[in-house]
T-cell receptor, first 113, second 115 residues
């Protein structure tokens, strides 16, 4: 089955700096890669996703890159703000089967004002 | 629509007792998932339903765990003879099926503490 590794487990940045979180996956059949943000006491919320037919996707301050050959993908947050502080999870699955979605262990991002 | 709703939000029980969690998915979503999340870890897949049919169970779902979705709407997750190792956040998510899989919408979870 799919195995997703995520690094780093904790990340602290100064407000305005960029943050990068990296994930690797094992199953070459995986072709859908979402990123979820989880705030304290809440469930995970999708912030961006990418499908394997593209190498990069941007949404305002957030971007995700995918390298299918190396089986890794990354989340980039620019101009970080204190409200970006949360736990971020990457995940991988096959596009037509969310039931095989597997999550990384999470990265706790702290943005210091 | 207020999203995925889970009840209760918190449950404290003694070892050996049975507990039941309820999940009300987004109304038009026909897929429903249960995940377990322990401290410092990502969600781990437990089981999922398409309409009322339970189509997959993880090996994490021991015979003390049972899930139902009787009418293809809300779902319940029951844990019998709870153990301290069952302490975790139980997350429910829902999604649409048909065509490309899309976003999983998560509820806020039911936190279980087994004393």
């Amino acid at each position: 089955g799919e195995n997703v590794e995520q690094h780093p487990s904790t990340l602290s940045v100064q407000e305005g700096d960029s943050a990068v979180i990296k994930c690797t996956y094992s199953d070459s059949a995986s072709n859908y890669f979402p990123w979820y943000k989880q705030e304290l006491g809440k469930g995970p919320q999708l912030i961006i996703d990418i499908r394997s037919n593209v190498g990069e996707k941007k949404d305002q301050r957030i971007a995700v890159t995918l390298n299918k050959t190396a089986k890794h993908f990354s989340l980039h947050i620019t101009e970080t703000q204190p409200e970006d502080s949360a736990v971020y999870f990457c995940a991988a699955s096959t596009l037509y089967n969310n039931n095989d979605m597997r999550f990384g262990a999470g990265t706790r991002l702290t943005v210091k004002p | 629509d207020t999203g995925v709703s889970q009840n209760p939000r918190h449950k404290i029980t003694k070892r050996g007792q049975n507990v039941t969690f309820r999940c009300d998915p987004i109304s038009e979503h026909n897929r429903l998932y249960w995940y377990r999340q322990t401290l410092g870890q990502g969600p781990e897949f437990l089981t999922y339903f398409q309409n009322e049919a339970q189509l997959e169970k993880s090996r994490l779902l021991s015979d003390r765990f049972s899930a139902e979705r009787p009418k293809g709407s809300f779902s319940t997750l029951e844990i019998q003879r709870t153990e301290q190792g069952d302490s975790a956040m139980y997350l429910c998510a829902s999604s649409l099926s048909g065509g490309a899989a899309g976003e999983l919408f998560f509820g806020e979870g039911s936190r279980l503490t087994v004393l």
